[in-house]
Structures are given as structure tokens and as C-alpha cells.
């Protein structure tokens, strides 16, 4: 049995102080804008009620208390799980399901926290072959995962993330340069209450060019300048490409590394796995833990948290209960606009529109 506390260690004291500090929360104010955030809720006659409560701390901390913005993001987050069918509904938590994305990519949480009380992610390609590669199932676990994090580990500072190329080719990039990933990495910006702090690209010149011929067809504007780049070369292209979905807190946060070894002036060497020349676990040995953590789930959440489960969890296992939480009433056509396959494109999965230089 694997417990979550050997994959996701939780914060020391000095850690939770510095986490604490900043998300501007003391607990006092944590108590007050759940209190208000559930309140609100409850008004919301669209709105589902049957939702975990543990939502709430994910959503007032990933929004740095600042409750409106918690408010549209945790409603963005009902809406779209009740609307965007193919890559929420019918989740099969199993090895031949929905857990199949893991034995061609990963992504691996880290256990250790950074001294500022941040997270770090690892996601990583290990198999390029086209015929076993499904991004849209791919999508659906990393779904899976953002959900699973927000329920369960809401007290971090931060996010830092970082891409590892792995065996990806430039056809399984080209493979995936469809207008559901545009729709992923939209959900991922304004739905789920992530804090990215810094985000890492472990990869080769030849690789990186081809990166950003796709990733132009997704940036936004706002984070043109949260890239910084180590090869002067990339400057000015991966400006560019930010300027297409990127917002603007994340304009400075891109590096781009290609060895594992400069990770290290942004990473504290305890943070990283064994791959990398860290003290932990290799990713392979992570990866197949947080499988079978994934697995085990119904009798995990039933140890963690028997009360609350009963309270708000009416089906026996955790992921299906996440698929009855749909919206109520009819959804407003304003939340949703953002998040459309013709959206920008015209025809789903197209991109004979769009110029990549």
C-alpha cells in the first residue's frame, strides 16, 4: 500500500510558516473566506452542492485569497467539468483505462517541498511511438492529476514545473498540435488554482525550434516576458511565442536548460529525482508509486477522511463521485466561451488557418 505522505511529504514548520506568508494567510482570514467562498456557493442556484469541501482551500489559497477571483475560478471549474465530456466524463481509474497515459508520459510530483514551500513537477515523454500515443487520453490524466492535487495537497506556495523532452520527436509534437490542447493549456491557466512559479524546458536546440512553432498556436499575450533564456539565439522566438497564451505573471518564468545540470540554480538538488542528480526516487520508480496510489484510491480516501467522504463523497470511489459533480441549472454561455474546439481554429483539430513560421 502506498501512502500519500511517502509521495507528497508535507511541509515542516519552517516550510508552512513561509508558505503561510506567501499566500497572506493567517487562520483566522483561511477561516473566514472558506466560510464566505461556501456561503457564496450555496446561493449559486446553477452551482453544484454536492462538491468536496477540500475545493475550497484549493481555490481561496491557489487564488491567494483574493475570493472573486476564487469565485470565477471555482466556478469555471464546475462548468467545465459539466460541459468538456471528452476529457472529464466516464473517468476509468485503472491501468487499461484512464492510467494508460502513464506508460508513455509522465507526471510526477516530486515529494519534497523547496525552501519557499513550493511543489515541483516533473512531466516527461518516455515513449514516442505514434501508435501508442493518445494525447486526448494523455489530457485526461493530467486532469486527473489537477484534480487529485487540488483535493489533496492545497497548502503549497507554488508550482514549479518542468518539461522534459524524453524521447519526443518532432512527428509526436506535430501529432499534437491540435486545438484540444489549445483547450487543455486554456483550462489549465484560468480553471485550476495553480500558483506556477517557475517553469523549466529540459531539452535540445533542434527540439526547442520545433517547441516553439507549435506553442505559438497557444500563447496569450500576457506572458511574453516571463521567458528567459540562456541561449541568446531563442530570445526573440520564444518572446514571440509567449505572446500567443501566456499571461503576464508568467512572463519571466520560462527557462529553457539542455542538461539537467543548470536545473540546479533554480532547484535545490533535494528536490530532484535520482535522473537528475537528486537524492530522490528516479521518475520511473515515482511514476509507478503514484500509479498504484491511483489504483488503491478508494481504500485511500476512505482512511484519509471517512467523515468527510460520507458528507460529500455518495459514491464509493472518488473519481466517480468527481464525475457526478456537474452543474445544476443552465450553464451561463459567458463561462464557456474560452474553452471551444472551433475557437480561433474554425474546424475542430485544424490548423490549416494558422501561419507557423
Known amino acids: 500500500m502506498i501512502e500519500l505522505s511517502e509521495l507528497l511529504k508535507p511541509p515542516n514548520k519552517k516550510e508552512s510558516v513561509a508558505i503561510r506568508k506567501a499566500l497572506k494567510e493567517d487562520e483566522d482570514r483561511l477561516v473566514s473566506n472558506i466560510n464566505l467562498l461556501q456561503n457564496w456557493i450555496s446561493y449559486q442556484k446553477h452551482l453544484p452542492q454536492n462538491y468536496d469541501r477540500r475545493l475550497l482551500y484549493a481555490y481561496t489559497r491557489g487564488c491567494k485569497h483574493d475570493m472573486e477571483k476564487a469565485k470565477k475560478k471555482i466556478e469555471l471549474f464546475f462548468a467545465i467539468k459539466s460541459s468538456q465530456h471528452d476529457l472529464y466524463a466516464d473517468r476509468d481509474i485503472s491501468i487499461d483505462g484512464d492510467l494508460s497515459a502513464m506508460n508513455y508520459c509522465m507526471i510526477v510530483t516530486l515529494p519534497e517541498y523547496t525552501p519557499e ?71 489549465m491557466q484560468d480553471v485550476y488554482p495553480s500558483l506556477i512559479k517557475q517553469i523549466h524546458i529540459l531539452t535540445d536546440r533542434i527540439f526547442v525550434e520545433k517547441m516553439i512553432n ?123 466561451e474560452n474553452f471551444s474546439d472551433k475557437d480561433n481554429f474554425g474546424v475542430e483539430g485544424s490548423f490549416r488557418q494558422l501561419n507557423i513560421d
Open 117 to 187: 514551500g513550493y511543489r515541483v513537477t516533473v512531466l516527461k515523454i518516455t515513449n514516442s511511438d505514434l501508435e501508442i500515443f493518445n494525447q486526448r487520453s494523455l489530457i485526461r490524466f493530467g486532469l486527473i492529476v489537477g484534480d487529485y492535487r487540488a483535493h489533496f495537497d492545497n497548502l503549497v506556495g507554488g508550482e514549479i514545473l518542468i518539461f522534459d523532452q524524453g524521447e519526443a520527436t518532432a512527428a509526436l509534437i506535430s501529432k499534437s498540435a491540435t486545438s484540444v490542447l489549445k483547450r487543455a493549456i486554456e483550462i
Open 214 to 336: 507549435v506553442t505559438k498556436l497557444f500563447m496569450k499575450e500576457k506572458l511574453r516576458n516571463r521567458v528567459i533564456l540562456t541561449d541568446r539565439i531563442f530570445v526573440e522566438k520564444m518572446i514571440n511565442v509567449t505572446k500567443l497564451f501566456m499571461k503576464e505573471k508568467l512572463r519571466n518564468r520560462i527557462q529553457v536548460h539542455r542538461t539537467h545540470e543548470t536545473l540546479r540554480k533554480f532547484i535545490p538538488l533535494k528536490c530532484l529525482p535520482s535522473d537528475y542528480g537528486g537524492p530522490q526516487e528516479s521518475l520511473n520508480e515515482l511514476n509507478e508509486k503514484w500509479k498504484q496510489l491511483y489504483v488503491q484510491e478508494k481504500d485511500f480516501f476512505a482512511e484519509l477522511d471517512v467523515v468527510k467522504m460520507q458528507l460529500y463523497v455518495q459514491e464509493k470511489d472518488f473519481f466517480a463521485e468527481l464525475d457526478v459533480v456537474k452543474m445544476r441549472g443552465e450553464i451561463p454561455k459567458k463561462l464557456l
